[in-house]
């Protein structure tokens, strides 16, 4: 399982913690508590096997029903697109056989402590009627953070299911045979006393940090659990308690009438053995059992010695012949029992997934057959990458340990998936370019200014539409519309001087402006003449821009009437009246006015503002500034009455807006 997965639509899997004969394990969290658990999922070469599928759910199902601060709580069962699960409680800490390894020596009351929580744990396994059959440290996990360390007992839930393939599978064998009984090894069904040999057999590794038996076969070990006596303990360590010598013993008594006949018992016992009261206690000698596949050859009855030479060598030729069948009889079950696991062992060993990737469906199969395996279920789907024909995966993945003859299936390419190009032209690039993506095309864009088109549509596509294409990394090149910058036509404006408003006037019409005017008394100026004009003669203004005229109204006759040099009160009073005109017909009102001036994605956006109105003139900057995107501006013009103001708008010396603004 995949990183990430979500196991059954709620366990997220974020990692493994170990692969077992039977299960793999995943560390996942539990998104619905949110809370670590581990999840154990059925291996993919057992998931055809519907009687392993009916034990490992149904003895899953039992053990949830164990409540016991020293057994791993099953939480959940279930099953996910075929693979049953098991979601168990997460134990952050290392399994028995590491804690030995990294404690030993382990003090004497502390062996006894763990002991007695695993006897706690699996006494009311038994109680409950559900035999674990696979003790081992390895199943054994352990709390270090609590004080004192905490043990509990896993995979109950897959116990009953492992029995029947544990001798049959080499890794299972060579890591449980260390722990099985001898009845186990001779073929029998495992009981409760099968579980104490186990727990025995954890005891002597926690006192001496190894199994009593080891071998280079599993056939060799099992072969020593049935013939070969216990080790002696003192001789290992002889600090340790007889009484405590005297557990293991008991517990792997080859003879199971001569073990604890209870795990209670067992746990009862260990209580006890460090007391000062029993430390006297005679070592425990379990009794020996007659062999009663050995069959014991008897001495021929002695003959008359006056029989003839040939009457003794017929009674002895006799015998020569029983005998040899007696032996041959007596070695006929342990053979058979040699030949039976030796043969299982032979077709049951494991072997790797090779890689298999990019490989022919053929070249796979030879590769699957060197490897022991055999091909399986064949699919096929599209891709980009691997040549049709080709393998893409295998399921399950390269590396898996999978049973000898067990059958891999194979993902094959149909070669790379074509699509068919849309046609784009015309419509919206952001209404397209989401899909565009998601089919792997590599969208590149150009734009082009025209009027054609609204801005941001497509006006050109480099794949013609309906043509089908790979499309993983496949360039696609758009070409956008933009708004068409239309620039503006100078005019050079022409010196006024001495036209009157309606040569003025024709003039603006066949120049293309905008003509603004205003007025004001001249002493120098013929009435109906002009004054002044913005533009200054000679200079430049857009097409379609504003030109300001000022229109002399000729002489201010209030002004000059009132000269009376006779009375200096007349004069006076007259003075004081002409100022009063002259203010009147000074006044200014201001006249806001909103503009936004353009930004230009292409070119420079330095912008001058230019007003022309009582107190600006066209000719000086009125406000000059830096955009960076489209910019309102308030325009503020002092105008007198009956006077048109005028703005120009200049960017790089160019006109890019104008306008004007009447009181």
Avoid: W
């Avoid at 979500?6 to 394990?25: D, F, K, P, Q, S």
């Amino acid at each position: 399982m995949e990183k990430g997965y979500l196991v059954g639509g709620r366990y997220e899997i974020l990692g493994t913690l170990g692969e077992g004969g039977m299960a793999n394990v995943y560390l996942a969290n539990d998104t619905l508590l949110n809370r670590k658990v581990a999840v154990k999922a059925l291996r993919y070469d057992l998931q055809d096997d519907e009687s392993v599928k009916r034990r490992f759910g149904r003895e899953a199902k039992a053990t949830s029903g164990l409540s016991n601060p020293n057994i791993v709580n099953v939480l959940d069962v279930g099953n996910d697109n075929g693979v049953q699960y098991i979601v168990i409680e997460y134990v952050d800490g290392p399994n028995l056989k590491k804690y030995i390894r990294m404690h030993f020596p382990i003090p004497y009351h502390e062996v006894v402590d763990i002991m007695k929580q695993i006897c706690m744990a699996v006494s009311d396994a038994h109680e409950h009627g559900i035999i674990h059959r696979d003790l081992k440290p390895e199943n054994i996990l352990v709390e270090e953070k609590k004080d004192p360390i905490q043990v509990k007992v896993s995979d109950f839930g897959i116990a009953l299911a492992l029995s029947e393939r544990s001798i049959t599978r080499t890794n299972s064998l060579l890591g449980s045979v260390h722990y099985m009984s001898p009845e186990q090894i001779k073929g029998r069904s495992a009981t409760v006393l099968s579980d104490i040999y186990a727990l025995g057999i954890i005891l002597f590794e926690l006192l001496t940090k190894h199994v009593p038996f080891t071998g280079d076969t599993a056939v060799t070990v099992a072969l020593k659990h049935s013939k070969e006596e216990m080790p002696d303990l003192k001789k290992i360590d002889p600090n340790i308690p007889q009484p405590l010598e005297n557990v293991v013993l008991k517990a792997t008594a080859k003879d199971p009438d001569q073990r604890y006949q209870s795990v209670k018992e067992m746990g009862e016992d260990l209580s006890t053995c460090l007391m000062p009261e029993r430390s006297q206690e005679p070592k425990f000698i379990p009794t020996p059992i007659n062999d009663l596949e050995e069959t014991r050859v008897m001495e021929p009855l002695d003959e008359s010695k006056d029989e003839s030479t040939s009457q003794e060598e017929r009674p002895k030729k006799k015998m020569s012949r029983k005998r040899k069948i007696v032996l041959l009889a007596s070695l006929v079950p342990i053979v058979l029992i040699l030949f039976v696991i030796a043969m299982v062992i032979k077709s049951n060993q494991e072997t790797t997934v090779p890689d298999l990737y990019n490989l022919t469906v053929k070249q796979a199969g030879v590769m699957l057959k060197s490897s022991n395996l055999s091909t399986g279920d064949v699919s096929k789907e599209n891709d980009d990458d691997i040549e049709a024909g080709h393998v893409i995966k295998s399921i399950p993945v390269k590396g898996l340990k999978l049973k000898n003859g067990a059958k891999v299936n194979l993902v094959v390419s149909l070669g790379a998936k074509y699509y068919k190009v849309p046609k784009l032209v015309g419509k919206q690039y952001d209404d397209v370019s989401d899909n565009l993506e998601k089919r792997g095309f590599k969208v590149k864009l150009k734009y082009k200014a025209t009027n054609d088109y609204s801005a941001g549509t497509i006006i050109k596509q480099s794949i013609p539409g309906g043509k089908k294409v790979v499309t993983k990394n496949k360039s696609l090149t758009l070409t956008i519309a933009k708004v068409k910058t239309v620039k503006p036509k100078m005019v050079k404006v022409r010196d006024l001087t001495g036209y009157n408003l309606k040569s003025i006037q024709d003039y603006a019409d066949e120049a293309g402006l905008t003509l603004s005017t205003s007025y004001e008394y001249s002493d120098e100026t013929e009435e109906g003449i002009l004054i002044s004009q913005t533009p200054s003669a000679n200079s430049t203004i857009a097409k379609g821009g504003t030109l300001s005229v000022v229109i002399s109204k000729g002489q201010d006759e209030s002004k000059s009437n009132s000269s009376d040099k006779d009375s200096d009160s007349d004069s006076d009073s007259n003075s004081s009246n002409d100022s009063n005109n002259s203010n009147s017909s000074s006044s200014t009102t201001t006249v806001n006015k909103e503009i936004t001036v353009p930004f230009d994605s292409n070119g420079d956006n330095e912008v001058t503002i230019y007003i022309s109105d009582a107190t600006h003139s066209i000719n000086t900057p009125y406000k000059s500034m830096t955009i960076t995107a489209d910019t309102p501006v308030t325009l503020s013009f002092n105008l007198r009455d009956g006077q048109t103001g005028s703005y120009v708008v200049e960017r790089d010396n160019k006109t890019v807006l104008g306008g004007s603004v009447n009181r």
